[in-house]
Nanobody
Framework: QVQLVESGGGLVQPGGSLRLSCAAS????????MGWYRQAPGKQRELVATITSGGNTNYADSVKGRFTISRDNAKKTVYLQMNSLKPEDTAVYYC???????????????WGQGTQVTVSS
């Protein structure tokens, strides 16, 4: 059984930084894309950043220049470095990985449980 476990959320003042981590465990054959999404109260879940297996990255316009996504394939972990945080970044952040659990299995999307990020003075 595959599990994605996030860590690193918390309360930070505007202008501060946080680093989120998401580690995958279980029977995993390969991991394709990894990504971070967020959902603020009363809003739909939105894409924050993604990274392909080849290291290509994509960011939401609202976080470009402030957030950096990276991955460690050996550790099956994706990171999100968040700098210059703003109150509007407050949300539950979810990691997602498109992965295969066997050589003959098609890739599926897996999600973490979410970690709260609150930006407030």
């Amino acid at each position: 059984q595959v599990q994605l476990v996030e860590s690193g959320g918390g309360l930070v003042q505007p202008g501060g930084s946080l680093r989120l981590s998401c580690a995958a465990s279980g029977s995993i054959f390969s991991i394709n894309a990894m990504g971070w999404y967020r959902q603020a109260p009363g809003k739909q879940r939105e894409l924050v950043a993604t990274i392909t297996s080849g290291g290509n990255t994509n960011y939401a316009d609202s976080v470009k220049g402030r957030f950096t996504i990276s991955r460690d394939n050996a550790k099956k972990t994706v990171y999100l470095q968040m700098n210059s945080l703003k109150p509007e970044d407050t949300a539950v952040y979810y990691c997602s990985m498109k992965l295969r659990v066997g050589v003959l299995r098609a890739p599926n999307d897996y999600w973490g449980q979410g970690t709260q990020v609150t930006v407030s003075s």
